[in-house]
């Protein structure tokens, strides 16, 4: 079965500081790979994707990832943190098979950004 | 369009009532599905739809939950006899396409709070 962990449950850092947002996940293939953002009491927004290809993937707001197969993760970087992007993050892999292809989320990481 | 909608945001009820939760995806998806989420944990897949054939459920979908879409387009999330553990966050995602790789986009969700 599929699984996403996300080692770190809460990370501050000061705005305009850089970030890295860690993933790993478990999967018999080559997955599917998410991050999601969620602000208080809102849906979640897709930030970025992965699925073949170019293992550096660029997302919206400025963030991006890195597909490392050898180490089963998918980090989330950016290089200078705003205010707004304080936040909970969300890693999550989805299925390349079956029909329903659902995803399979992390428990999150909350980022603090200080001024 | 406007993406995802769901109704209502926020719903408190006493145990033993029942509740039902409405999703309207994006016009053109066939896929929808419904996920919770409780504090802390990322989102937990519990059921998928292809138009209006209900074809995954998942484990934590108990025999009190019953979830609908009757023409393919909107779907319904019924609980009934609701406990204090089904306090959580709903949230319904749809997307488009019968195979390849699978982004879903979420609604803001129904929060539900169990007194």
């Known amino acids: 079965a599929q699984s996403v962990t996300q080692p770190d449950i809460h990370i501050t850092v000061s705005e305009g500081a850089s970030l890295e947002l860690r993933c790993n996940y478990s999967y018999g293939a080559t997955p599917y790979l998410f991050w999601y953002v969620q602000s208080p009491g809102q849906g979640l927004q897709l930030l970025l994707k992965?699925?073949?290809?170019?293992?550096l993937v660029q997302g919206i707001k400025g963030f991006e990832a890195e597909f490392k197969r050898s180490q089963s993760s998918f980090n989330l970087r950016k290089p200078s943190v705003h205010w707004s992007d304080a936040a909970e993050y969300f890693c999550a892999v989805g299925s390349t098979s079956g029909s329903a292809r659902q995803l399979t989320f992390g428990s999150g990481t909350q980022l603090t950004v200080l001024p | 369009d406007t993406g995802v909608s769901q109704d209502p945001r926020h719903k408190i009820t006493k145990r033993g009532q029942n509740v039902t939760f409405r999703c309207d995806p994006i016009s053109e998806h066939n896929r929808l599905y419904w996920y919770r989420q409780t504090l802390g944990q990322g989102p937990e897949f519990l059921t998928y739809?292809?138009?209006?054939?209900?074809?995954?459920k998942s484990r934590l979908l108990s025999d009190r939950f019953s979830a609908e879409r009757p023409k393919g387009s909107f779907s319904t999330l019924e609980i009934q006899r609701t406990e204090q553990g089904d306090s959580a966050m709903y949230l319904c995602?749809?997307?488009?396409?019968?195979?390849?790789?699978?982004?879903?986009?979420f609604g803001a969700g129904s929060r539900l709070t169990v007194l």
């Open positions: 739809f292809q138009n209006e054939a209900q074809l995954e």
């Open positions: 992965y699925f073949s290809g170019d293992t």
């Open positions: 995602a749809s997307s488009s396409g019968y195979s390849g790789a699978n982004v879903l986009t």
